[in-house]
């Protein structure tokens, strides 16, 4: 069965600190799409960015920048220099197939993150 | 560039009532997807629809109906409505056949049951 495990549930910072966003997945296919949304107080799913599993390489953009590694399946997102705008609740996913056609998102439990001034 | 729209934003029914739910997708997308999520908890995938036919579903009882409408618009309907069916309700639009299966989200509606 596929699954995605955030294990930080809550993650406090001081403004300016890198904080990095954990995420453990499960699947059996060999192909697959992962997700991070960001879900801020007004409830709102922003999408954050995507990767395809036969696509290691990690980049960054802007503050945001991930580190995936099939090897440990894991999918894990870095801010740099945090900012209060940053805090809500981060969620990452793992698409199921069918892919390109809007497979269902399995999300894990999130990580609230907090970003004090 | 009209994102993804849901209405109404807050609803409060009693055990027992149906409720109607309902989501426009963004420009452009033709798919539609629910989700249920309840307080300090990951989104959970009810069911979706293209070409107004119920494509995948997951793991919710017959309560939980849809329709999609011509214009991709679509409904979620809950029958006999439970306390545990209190969560935010979300819709995401994707395009079938584009080239990247990235759903997106539009703001909720927060469903309470008394």
């Known amino acids: 069965a596929q699954k995605v495990t955030q294990a930080q549930t809550e993650i406090s910072v001081v403004e300016k600190e890198d904080v990095t966003l954990d995420c453990v997945y499960e699947?059996?296919?060999?192909?697959?799409?992962l997700f991070w949304y960001k879900q801020p107080p007004s409830g709102e799913l922003v999408f954050l960015i995507r990767?395809?599993?036969?696509?290691?390489q990690n980049e960054i953009s802007g503050r945001y920048s991930w580190n995936f590694q099939k090897s440990t399946s894991s999918f894990n997102f870095t801010i740099t220099a945090s900012q209060v705008v940053d805090s809500a609740v981060y969620f990452c996913?793992?698409?199921?197939?069918?892919?390109?056609?809007?497979?269902?998102?399995?999300f894990g439990q999130g990580t609230e993150l907090s970003v004090k001034p | 560039d009209a994102g993804v729209t849901q209405s109404p934003t807050h609803l409060i029914k009693t055990r027992g009532q149906q409720v109607t739910l309902r989501c426009s997708p963004k420009?452009?997308?033709?798919?539609v997807s629910w989700y249920q999520q309840a307080l300090g908890q990951g989104p959970q995938f009810i069911f979706q629809?293209?070409?107004?036919?119920?494509?995948q579903r997951g793991n919710f009882p017959d309560r939980f109906s849809g329709h999609q409408f011509p214009n991709y618009s679509s409904e979620l309907n809950v029958n006999a409505l439970l306390l545990g069916d209190s969560a935010l309700y979300l819709c995401?639009?994707?395009?079938?056949?584009?080239?990247?299966?990235?759903?997106?989200f539009g703001p909720g509606t927060r469903l309470t049951v008394l």
């Open positions: 420009s452009g997308h033709d798919t």
């Open positions: 699947t059996r296919d060999t192909t697959y799409y």
């Open positions: 990767r395809n599993s036969f696509d290691e």
């Open positions: 996913a793992l698409s199921e197939a069918p892919y390109n056609q809007g497979g269902k998102l399995i």
């Open positions: 629809y293209y070409e107004e036919e119920e494509r």
């Open positions: 995401a639009s994707s395009l079938y056949w584009g080239n990247t299966d990235t759903q997106y």
